[in-house]
Nanobody
Framework: VQLQASGGGLVQAGGSLRLSCKAS????????MGWYRQAPGKERDMVAT???????NYADSVKGRFTISRDNVRRTLFLQMNGLKPEDTAVYFC??????WGKGTQVTVSS
């Protein structure tokens, strides 16, 4: 299983980014998927998850700002991030059923 995350970058506070995670080697359609993030010196925390049926769950800190979605035909997971804050700065990882992890993509939000 390979998960390739992309879309990170440097953005000013209040800006937006859209992360993508392309999956291969797995039956994407039946897997629960998620985004986690890890800031320097901190633990990896859940950002958002989406079940195979489309049910979503968000960390309180991102509710109303981030949206997780999936395209089963393109085998791709997305994270739309709006209203970014400096505290959103972290490496963002996608995961398949919390069993397989991508390498992560850096998101940096400047104040």
């Amino acid at each position: 299983v390979q998960l390739q995350a992309s879309g990170g970058g440097l953005v000013q506070a209040g800006g937006s980014l859209r992360l993508s995670c392309k999956a291969s080697g797995t039956n994407f359609r039946i897997n629960d998927m998620g985004w986690y993030r890890q800031a320097p010196g901190k633990e990896r925390d859940m950002v958002a998850t989406i079940t195979s049926g489309g049910g979503t769950n968000y960390a309180d800190s991102v509710k109303g700002r981030f949206t997780i979605s999936r395209d089963n035909v393109r085998r791709t997971l997305f994270l739309q991030m709006n209203g970014l804050k400096p505290e959103d700065t972290a490496v963002y990882f996608c995961t398949s059923s919390m069993r397989y992890w991508g390498k992560g993509t850096q998101v940096t939000v400047s104040s």
